[in-house]
């Protein structure tokens, strides 16, 4: 007879295997199978990208999965994300502008080696009864619309088996089996392909220079565990360290300023490195001699969208298999935590008895939305990264909306809140949709700006704990409320990121415009006038703000300028 299944996961990554533990610790006899095409454990270091995490992604991970003792154990703790940016003086790490934090965070993050993360949740969700397997290579999937079981035909040591299943998850990654399958490919207007490789090996950037008062900024050891780019115009370069003291090098870069075809070979990603990054060529070439490199791999055009996430008929997409964007910020693991966190809330209700039908509905918009939100933080930016001024403006405004807004609201479990949803996307006015409108806004701008804005700097250090803002939205990521009270936090949140937009365009509008600095605002109308049909910047309503002094003061920290 036929096996039979709560729940069949199609692939046994990082999405497949959080959303299985995510499951079984809420509902311990839900039945699942996980099926696996790789044949042996992970490898360690050389295993998959997706090693660096941000706060929702770790919250989802520490808190909500409870992994907190595995990654303090196992994982190395993460201190934050370090830019270095474009100056005349590659040569000299200790002479290009650095952005990162100094002391330690107060919400914690991690560097991981994704062999020894995936090869650990695969034991503790068997432990938890998943029937994980490895071999099973998935090469079929009947889909029931009828409400009837769903058929899943998989290939495991040359022997075909088919199980039945109420839910059918794919998380099959780049394989995409139900995208494929169903054709709900939805192209995403984001270019950008990327080489990477692991070293064997710790690599410190402190070494990188004999200069005790840079290597002095910081605490010994805190650079060595960033997640580190190397940035200039249409790239950044990362060095990520691992746990099993190896580290991860890895370049981005958009084909329109660098083709690909300038480094998807290892040995003309060195020379790529000659060119562009002279003093990361000069360090990590060495290291990769013999049998220093561990893997070399690449990806042209990585980012695409998703049509659909959850369907009321049991079937679902989770992961890569569904969306991915830009690593720039690491937000893989985040957008796999939102979507795990729809999709086990379904699939929970569902195995209680509800019907599922409408909240499907609403959680595949509200997911979806959330993504669309997001990729103007990424689309056609690769422009601006040659332009310190600019990216150091845009990374602080980039972290504030991302920990006021959805960081906060995760931590806060408010997505699988239906009146929490409601308020924050049903109207015009609600505040998901006005943070939407005032982010897209601002990200407008960064790019409005670029030709009036082109200065090298050099020598400097900036920390965004400087800013009294940025530290408080850090901190207070995790900060709980009950749902009405959240609302009213999220409220005050925006209103700080408004007054916030309208700080930073007054000082851009003086430079640009020669605009007055203390011009009231609606933040929303927010341009430089420099586009056709630009609408017109709303300076006399009642709706134009004079951002507060302290908000001032954290945005002239961000300026390298002295304001006229
Ligand atoms: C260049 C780059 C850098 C990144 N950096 C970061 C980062 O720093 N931080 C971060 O959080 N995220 C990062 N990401 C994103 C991260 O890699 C992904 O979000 C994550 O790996 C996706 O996990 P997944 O489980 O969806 O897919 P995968 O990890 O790819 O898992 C899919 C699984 O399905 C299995 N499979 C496929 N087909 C079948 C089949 N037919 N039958 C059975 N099994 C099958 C595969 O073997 C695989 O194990 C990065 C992505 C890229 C491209």
């Known amino acids: 007879m036929q096996k039979k299944y709560d729940v069949v996961i199609l692939g046994g990554g990082?999405?497949?295997?959080?959303?299985?533990?995510?499951?079984?610790?809420?509902?311990?006899?839900?039945?699942?199978?996980?099926?696996?095409?790789?044949?042996?454990?992970?490898?360690?270091?050389?295993?998959?990208?997706?090693?660096?995490?941000?706060?929702?992604?770790?919250?989802?991970?520490?808190?909500?999965?409870?992994?907190?003792?595995?990654?303090?154990?196992?994982?190395?703790?993460?201190?934050?994300?370090?830019?270095?940016?474009?100056?005349?003086?590659?040569?000299?790490i200790a002479s290009r502008v650095e952005l990162g934090p100094r002391l330690r965070l107060p919400v914690k993050s991690h560097q991981l080696d994704r062999g020894t993360l995936e090869n650990h949740m695969a034991k503790h969700t068997s432990e938890l009864g998943t029937n994980f397997l490895l071999g099973a290579k998935v090469v079929n999937v009947e889909l029931s619309t009828s409400g009837g079981l769903h058929k899943v035909t998989y290939l495991r040591h040359g022997i075909e088996e088919k199980v039945g299943c109420k839910w059918v998850v794919d998380s099959s990654g780049r394989a995409s089996i139900?995208?494929?399958?169903?054709?709900?490919?939805?192209?995403?207007?984001?270019?950008?392909?990327?080489?990477?490789?692991?070293?064997?090996?710790?690599?410190?950037i402190d070494t990188w220079t004999d200069n005790k008062e840079w290597q002095q900024h910081l605490e010994p050891g805190l650079r060595y565990l960033s997640t580190v780019h190397f940035l200039d115009k249409g790239y950044w370069l990362w060095v990520i360290p691992l746990g099993t003291k190896n580290t991860s090098i890895g370049i981005v870069a958009d084909p329109a300023i660098h083709p690909f075809e300038t480094f998807n070979t290892y040995e003309k990603a060195v020379e790529w490195m000659k060119i562009n990054e002279p003093l990361a060529h000069k360090m990590l070439v060495p290291l990769g001699e013999g049998d220093g490199l561990m893997d070399f791999r690449i990806l042209k055009h990585f980012a695409h969208h998703t049509g659909r996430l959850y369907s009321e008929d049991r079937w679902a997409v989770t992961?890569?298999?569904?969306?991915?964007?830009?690593?720039?910020?690491?937000?893989?693991?985040?957008?796999?935590?939102i979507n795990n966190t729809f999709l086990s809330d379904l699939i929970l209700r569902d195995y209680d008895g509800e019907d599922i039908s409408g909240r499907a509905n609403v959680y595949e918009q509200a997911c979806l939305t959330l993504f669309d939100n997001w990729v103007p933080v990424y689309q056609n930016k690769y422009n601006l990264m040659g332009n310190t001024q600019i990216?150091?403006?845009?990374?602080?405004?980039?972290?504030?909306?991302?920990?006021?807004?959805?960081?906060?609201?995760?931590?806060?479990?408010?997505?699988?809140?239906?009146?929490t949803l409601k308020a924050l996307f049903v109207s015009e006015n609600s505040l998901g949709r006005k943070f939407g409108k005032l982010n897209k806004t601002m990200q407008d701008l960064f790019l409005e700006w670029l030709p009036f804005e082109n200065k090298i700097f050099s020598n400097k250090y900036i920390d965004p704990f400087d800013l009294e803002v940025l530290r408080d939205f850090q901190e207070k990521i995790e900060e709980t409320y009950e749902p009405d009270a959240l609302l009213v936090h999220v409220a005050k949140n925006l209103n700080t990121l408004e007054q916030m937009a309208v700080?930073?365009?007054?000082?851009?509008?003086?430079?640009?415009?020669?605009?007055?600095?203390?011009?009231?605002?609606?933040?929303?109308?927010?341009?430089?006038?420099?586009?056709?049909?630009?609408?017109k910047l709303d300076t006399e309503s009642e709706n134009a703000i004079i951002p507060c002094e302290s908000i001032v003061k954290d945005v002239n920290v961000m300026w390298f300028y002295d304001k006229k």
Not at 33 to 48: C, D, F, I, N, S
Not at 65 to 76: A, C, D, F, I, Q
Not at 510 to 534: C, S
Request: positive net charge; without cysteine.
């Open 14 to 92: 990082l999405a497949g295997l959080t959303l299985s533990l995510q499951l079984k610790k809420t509902q311990p006899n839900i039945s699942i199978l996980v099926l696996e095409r790789r044949e042996t454990e992970a490898p360690l270091a050389a295993h998959k990208v997706g090693e660096s995490t941000v706060e929702l992604g770790t919250h989802y991970l520490r808190e909500v999965l409870n992994l907190k003792e595995y990654l303090e154990e196992h994982e190395l703790p993460k201190h934050g994300l370090r830019f270095f940016f474009k100056n005349n003086t590659k040569e000299d």
């Open 178 to 204: 139900l995208k494929r399958k169903l054709q709900f490919i939805k192209p995403l207007d984001h270019a950008i392909n990327t080489a990477w490789w692991r070293l064997k090996g710790v690599i410190d």
């Open 319 to 337: 992961g890569e298999a569904g969306f991915f964007l830009d690593p720039f910020y690491s937000p893989g693991t985040d957008l796999i935590s």
């Open 391 to 419: 990216m150091v403006v845009k990374i602080f405004w980039d972290w504030a909306t991302y920990w006021a807004i959805p960081a906060h609201l995760f931590a806060n479990k408010a997505f699988t809140n239906l009146k």
């Open 503 to 535: 700080a930073i365009f007054r000082i851009i509008s003086a430079e640009v415009n020669g605009t007055a600095l203390d011009i009231k605002v609606n933040p929303y109308t927010i341009n430089l006038g420099k586009k056709e049909g630009a609408i």
